[in-house]
DNA sequence: GACCGTACGCTTACGGCGTAAGATTGTCAA
DNA sequence: TTGACAATCTTACGCCGTAAGCGTACGGTC
């Protein structure tokens, strides 16, 4: 009859699904930050009501670990053959690369959350590369820690500027001209260095820090201390 | 009359500030996190209604971005004389003690905000540690970023686990009986090396990396490759 | 075909949030 | 006493997460 057998809303058929909805929330995310994504825009996203969702997803927290999972899945397990540090290095180049994607990651990274399956995976094979590579249990706990801290410090450190930048290309100078620059020189010269055009073949900061800590760590390993 | 001239609600005749508007932000987030500050709570907080605090502060962003700048207004500024690895050792752990203090800072670094003059000032006084030290600007700037991402990244990986182990002493147990052993052989030694006790003379985590930057950049100094 | 449990989506409602707009009050100079 | 002005309070709006309960469509059993 003139009821719809087959033509009503044919979008509509996909069936929620906790991936689905997790995928959108990225998405959401990933476009308008964290502050963008709530229960009701997610769901008007995927063509429902709000308490729809909650049938595939405990509650917000849950929602919010979920993505992170699918965070962590993203980045490059470390290689097992070959240089360890050249391995650790690619590894921790693709995790910035996915904070940089996902910039909301990291404000999720305080907040305690149940245990997610892929960042247990991701640590597991960051920590077995290091041990592959000759550093003892105490060392590779000690390195694991001092490589993270820089990922996550860095990233963290990064975002609001390019936030800024984003908004306003010329911030920098902006900044520089209400900075009082004869009661704080030394951060003066510092914006200047970072307004410089960058020289090629300069590893960025992030790859700065990043050597300096494999270089260091290397080098404790060769020494023998254990 | 019987009006009263005097006596009237004595404490309450302390008037708001913003300076008091601050400190009662801070202590809140401090007892509670940032999700237990509110307008209304810090309102009630102060003996007052939520809209009054608008005259003392221009709205929530504004309240965290003073509250922050409290917080780097803690941090002690390295020492001008002796040597310099010892005095940004020293800042480097007044960092993390602070941020340890005031856990909810942490999120706040994500979120930008217009100019804090305390963090400037520390900014600049770090900056011009390192140049006083013998760096040249251009390594300034790399030593800066490494250091201060080493602090905000490794206080943001311990944080969630404080809170953990806060509220249930036996988390690590716990998390362990749980963790599929054969499949993450290496983050169950990890998981064991942090159970164990403190080792007398044992610098602890954070002290590790920092320490690995240190002496990294001290070698880069010596090599004069700049 | 009749029946029914189950899964999924919808509706309504509650208390809390940040804050815009305007009314009220306390203080002090003239 | 009066008037100004700033500090505070009151009310209201549109968001938020989510508890409770309702309607419906489907798959398996007789």
Same mark, same amino acid.
């Given at each position: 009859? $003139?009821?719809?057998?087959?033509? %009503? @809303? ?8 906790? /991936?689905?909805? +997790? *995928? ?55 290689? $097992?053959?070959?240089?360890?540090? %050249? @391995? ?8 910035? /690369?996915?904070? +940089? *994607? ?62 800024? @930048? ?61």
């Amino acid at each position: 009859m $003139s009821t719809q057998t087959d033509q %009503a @809303a044919p979008e509509s058929r996909i069936p929620l699904s906790r /991936d689905r909805v +997790l *995928r959108a929330g990225v998405e959401l995310a990933d476009e308008g930050g964290l502050e963008s994504l709530s229960m009701r825009r997610l769901a008007q996203q995927l063509g429902v009501e709000a308490m729809s969702l909650y049938h595939h997803v405990r509650n917000k927290q849950d929602l919010l670990g979920g993505m992170l999972d699918f965070v962590y899945s993203e980045i490059q397990a470390p290689s $097992s053959e070959g240089d360890w540090r %050249a @391995a650790m290095r690619c590894t921790a180049i693709s995790f910035h /690369d996915v904070l +940089l *994607r996902h910039q909301w990651a990291c404000s999720l990274f305080m907040s305690p959350m149940g245990p997610s399956p892929a960042r247990l995976r991701y640590m597991d094979a960051v920590l077995g590369r290091l041990r592959s590579a000759g550093f003892s249990a105490d060392m590779t706990h000690h390195a694991y820690h001092a490589l993270d801290s820089h990922i996550v410090g860095f990233t963290l450190w990064l975002l609001p500027f390019l936030a800024f @930048a984003k908004q306003q290309p010329d911030y920098a100078e902006r900044f520089l001209q209400e900075l009082p620059t004869d009661e704080l020189p030394h951060l003066t010269e510092h914006v200047h260095v970072h307004m410089e055009p960058e020289r090629p073949g300069d590893v960025g900061e992030f790859e700065f820090g990043l050597d300096l800590i494999l270089e260091g760590l290397e080098r404790m390993r060769d020494a023998g201390s254990n």
